[in-house]
C-alpha cells in the first residue's frame, strides 16, 4: 500500500522566520492532503492536491505537489505564534496514510 | 451543528475493563474511519467502514470491535483493556471510500487506561 515519510518528526522557529515539513513516497501518489492539529485538538484538512507539478497558496502557506507525484511540501512564510500545531500530510486512495507529522513550535 | 462528534470524550478506566466509544456524523457521509493516536502523535487507521461495510480492517487486536449500525454511526468497543491501549481515538468521516475527499475528524475520545 501507499505510504508517506514526513520531515522533519520537529521544528522549533523565531516567529517570522519560514518553516517547511515535506513528504516522500518511494511509489505514485494518486493525490496528497495537508491536515493541521493545534495542541490539544483534532486534525482539520487544509487543503489536497491532485496534479502532477501543482502549487496551491493559502496567505501565508504554500503547497507543492511534486512533478512525479511522489513528494509534496507545506512551506510557511513569516511564521506567527498561530501556526503552532502538527502538520500530516496525508494520502488516502485506497487506504488511509498519514504521515508521522512534523510538530512546529514558535517562539514569540 | 458539529459535523462529527465522539462520546465520551475523557475515559479513565482499568485494566481488563470494556468500554465503548461512540461517533457519530451529520454530514450525510458514506465512510466513517477510527484512528488512533499514540503520544507521539502518530495517527493509525484501524477500521474504515463505507455505508455499514467494512473495508478497512487494520492489523488491530481483536479486543478492538467496530461496529455501523447506519451510515451515521460508528461504535468502537474495546475488550480487556491494557496499559497500551491509553491514547487519543479519533473518528473520522469522508464523503466516500475513495480517497479524493477531506476528512472531518471528531473532537476525540482520550482512553486513559491505569
Known amino acids: 500500500g501507499q505510504q508517506v515519510m514526513q520531515i522533519p518528526q520537529y521544528q522549533h522557529v523565531q516567529e517570522g522566520e519560514d518553516f517547511t515539513t515535506y513528504c516522500n513516497s518511494s511509489?505514485?501518489?494518486?493525490?496528497i492532503q495537508w491536515y493541521k492539529q493545534r495542541p490539544g485538538g483534532h486534525p482539520v484538512f487544509l487543503i489536497q492536491?491532485?496534479?502532477?507539478?501543482e502549487v496551491k497558496k493559502q496567505k501565508r502557506l504554500t503547497f507543492q505537489f511534486g512533478e512525479a507525484k511522489k513528494n509534496s511540501s507545506l512551506h510557511i512564510t513569516a511564521t506567527q505564534t498561530t501556526d503552532v500545531g502538527t502538520y500530516f500530510c496525508?494520502?488516502?486512495?485506497?487506504?488511509?496514510?498519514f504521515g508521522d507529522g512534523t510538530t512546529l513550535t514558535v517562539k514569540p | 451543528d458539529t459535523a462529527v462528534s465522539q462520546t465520551p470524550k475523557y475515559l479513565v478506566t482499568q485494566m481488563g475493563n470494556d468500554k465503548s466509544i461512540k461517533c457519530e456524523q451529520n454530514?450525510?457521509?458514506?465512510?466513517m474511519y477510527w484512528y488512533k493516536q499514540d503520544s507521539k502523535k502518530f495517527l493509525k487507521i484501524m477500521f474504515s467502514?463505507?455505508?455499514?461495510?467494512?473495508?478497512i480492517n487494520e492489523t488491530v487486536p481483536n479486543r478492538f470491535s467496530p461496529k455501523s449500525p447506519d451510515k451515521a454511526h460508528l461504535n468502537l468497543h474495546i475488550n480487556s483493556l491494557e496499559l497500551g491501549d491509553s491514547a487519543v481515538y479519533f473518528c473520522?468521516?469522508?464523503?466516500?471510500?475513495?480517497?479524493?475527499?477531506?476528512?472531518?475528524f471528531g473532537p476525540g475520545t482520550r482512553l486513559t487506561v491505569t
Open positions: 473520522a468521516s469522508s464523503q466516500d471510500w475513495t480517497g479524493l475527499y477531506e476528512q472531518y
Open positions: 511509489t505514485t501518489l494518486s493525490n
Open positions: 492536491l491532485v496534479k502532477s507539478g
Open positions: 496525508a494520502t488516502n486512495a485506497g487506504k488511509s496514510t
Open positions: 454530514l450525510g457521509h458514506d465512510t
Open positions: 467502514y463505507n455505508n455499514k461495510e467494512l473495508i
